[in-house]
């Protein structure tokens, strides 16, 4: 998920930027789905998130969350949970619909390279084949996973893999846990 910027341009937050500029602590994950648990997290650490998915529902729940938080975050006393969820839409900037198989997955919107990028269960569920992939999973051997009552496919990926793919392009960590199924 970088962008090439070749040209000065003005960004979806309406300020300038120009080549070589880059959000700081900023997170962008992909294929979001519409549930927030994998940023409640990172949260905690970053100061911006921009979540994103294929699916247009998914955007939209998770829009609908953010409009439905937002509203409810009256200075009330919340429980931890909630307080967490408050505190999560606060930093979630923008869903933007994302599409990782087409070169620019974000179509029209230029966003800056950003820290990090998280993808769970997202690049697996998103791919058929391992040809031009930098995975970061949890679901080493899924081959598949369940919605109930429906069941999806998840390409099948090993830990030497990923530690091989990973290296290649220069990173230096990853955190693994073996998949449940
Ligand atoms: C198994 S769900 C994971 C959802 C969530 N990230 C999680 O950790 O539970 C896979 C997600 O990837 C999204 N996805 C599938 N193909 C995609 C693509 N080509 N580009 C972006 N997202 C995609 C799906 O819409 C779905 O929300």
């Not at 090439?4 to 930027?17: A, D, K, M, V």
């Amino acid at each position: 998920c970088t962008f090439s910027i070749s040209n000065n341009y003005c960004n979806p937050r309406g300020t300038w930027c120009k080549p070589g500029d880059c959000v700081k602590n900023a997170l962008m994950n992909v294929g979001s789905g519409p549930i927030i648990y994998q940023l409640l997290g990172p949260c905690k650490i970053f100061k911006e998130i921009t979540a994103s998915d294929y699916r247009d529902w998914n955007c939209q729940e998770l829009q609908n969350w953010l409009k439905n938080e937002l509203e409810s975050d009256s200075g009330v006393e919340l429980e931890n949970w909630a307080e967490k969820e408050a505190n999560l839409s606060r930093i979630i900037k923008q869903v933007l619909k994302c599409d990782l198989h087409k070169s620019n997955s974000l179509d029209t919107v230029i966003l800056l390279p950003t820290d990090s990028l998280v993808s769970s269960l997202c690049l697996e569920a998103a791919c058929k084949d391992l040809k031009r992939q930098l995975v970061l999973s949890r679901a080493l051997g899924c081959s598949f996973y369940m919605i109930d009552p429906k069941r999806f496919s998840s390409l099948v990926l090993r830990e030497e893999f990923l530690r091989e793919a990973l290296s290649a392009t220069g990173v230096n960590s990853v955190i693994v846990s073996k998949s449940l199924i």
